[in-house]
């Protein structure tokens, strides 16, 4: 009954600015960690950014001192704030979070569907 969905993916010209955002609802107890994933066609995917439930941020180097990730622990959302984009940042985004489910006892991954992010030059 969980699912994550993505929302604020699209065109954007390089140098420009875009904020992805990530929804989790259903049978949900408590949310861990929470993260954005991305994969480039005929690439591997890979972290771009993730926070922990107390707040603590981990980005990849690739986008540090350009990007922020966020949550809001009320509304079971994180945020993806991208400035100064790239071209080589054009990916579909993946939405993640660690959460265990109520009437459960074990923490599980969950993922969003992806939403496109395409920077042009």
């Known amino acids: 009954q969980v699912q994550l969905v993505e929302s604020g993916g699209g065109l954007v010209q390089a140098g420009g600015s875009l904020e992805l955002s990530c929804a989790a609802s259903g049978t949900i107890f408590s949310i861990n960690s929470m993260g954005w994933y991305r994969q480039a066609p005929g690439k591997q995917r890979e972290l771009v950014a993730s926070?922990?439930?107390?707040?603590?941020?981990n980005y990849a180097d690739s986008v540090k001192g350009r990007f922020t990730i966020s949550r809001d622990n009320a509304k079971n959302m994180v945020y993806l704030q991208m400035k100064s984009l790239k071209p080589e940042d054009t990916a579909v985004y993946y939405c993640n979070a660690a959460i265990l489910r109520t009437g459960r006892t074990t923490w599980e991954w969950f993922w969003g569907q992806g939403t496109q992010v395409t920077v042009s030059s």
């Open positions: 926070v922990s439930s107390i707040g603590r941020t």
